[in-house]
T-cell receptor, first 114, second 111 residues
Framework: DGGITQSPKYLFRKEGQNVTLSCEQNLNHDAMYWYRQDPGQGLRLIYYSQIVNDFQKGDIAEGYSVSREKKESFPLTVTSAQKNPTAFYLC?????FGAGYGYTFGSGTRLTVV | SQELEQSPQSLIVQEGKNLTINCTSSKTLYGLYWYKQKYGEGLIFLMMLQKGGEEKSHEKITAKLDEKKQQSSLHITASQPSHAGIYLCGAPPIDGNQFYFGTGTSLTVIP
């Protein structure tokens, strides 16, 4: 079955370390997205990619970086510059980009800074 | 920018009761998506509405989009503990590039 796989489900990071969250999809979707979810704040867009080798900053890109070298993969790196990285991270994809395209979501990664 | 406001923010109901969650947009919607999220997990697609006045049902969940395409409601009939979770509405952009989400409604169903 097609879908989006996020790994790991839980991740612990020491302050000052960079960590990379994995997102892989086998849906043949062109567009992929990373969201951060905090209690009471809903989903906030970190980065998105419309096609391979292209990505754009979302509302809260500071302290994060991404790459899109393959259509299937859109990893997110949380750098030490991110001041408050503890959150639930969701990856999503859509067939196309823009109006009319619904999103398919992964199961999320919960990142905790210790 | 486009905003989606959900109400109520949280809801606690007795099993078997009906409930309604609302999602209101500041702009006319191109489409409206409803998702459900179990605590600590990803979002599961429930339904998508696109036409003014459209109504869709799946099992005991019914979603409607008003004629003006600025408000949607999600109605659960005879709630069960399996309905518990966070319900989010989302809308693709009328302008710009960003898919917008409401802040979510947390539903607890007491057996």
């Amino acid at each position: 079955d097609g879908g989006i796989t996020q790994s790991p489900k839980y991740l612990f990071r020491k302050e000052g370390q960079n960590v990379t969250l994995s997102c892989e999809q086998n849906l043949n979707h062109d567009a992929m997205y990373w969201y951060r979810q905090d209690p009471g704040q809903g989903l906030r867009l970190i980065y998105y990619s419309q096609i391979v080798n292209d990505f754009q900053k979302g509302d809260i890109a500071e302290g994060y970086s991404v790459s899109r070298e393959k259509k299937e993969s859109f990893p997110l790196t949380v750098t030490s510059a991110q001041k408050n990285p503890t959150a639930f991270y969701l990856c999503a994809s859509s067939i196309g980009f823009g109006a009319g395209y619904g999103y398919t979501f992964g199961s999320g990664t919960r990142l905790t800074v210790v | 920018s486009q905003e989606l406001e959900q109400s109520p923010q949280s809801l606690i109901v007795q099993e078997g009761k009906n409930l309604t969650i609302n999602c209101t947009s500041s702009k006319t919607l191109y489409g409206l998506y409803w998702y459900k999220q179990k605590y600590g997990e990803g979002l599961i697609f429930l339904m998508m509405l696109q036409k003014g006045g459209e109504e869709k049902s799946h099992e005991k969940i019914t979603a409607k989009l008003d004629e003006k395409k600025q408000q949607s409601s999600l109605h659960i009939t005879a709630s069960q503990p399996s309905h518990a979770g966070i319900y989010l509405c989302g809308a693709p952009p009328i302008d710009g590039n960003q898919f917008y989400f409401g802040t979510g409604t947390s539903l607890t169903v007491i057996p």
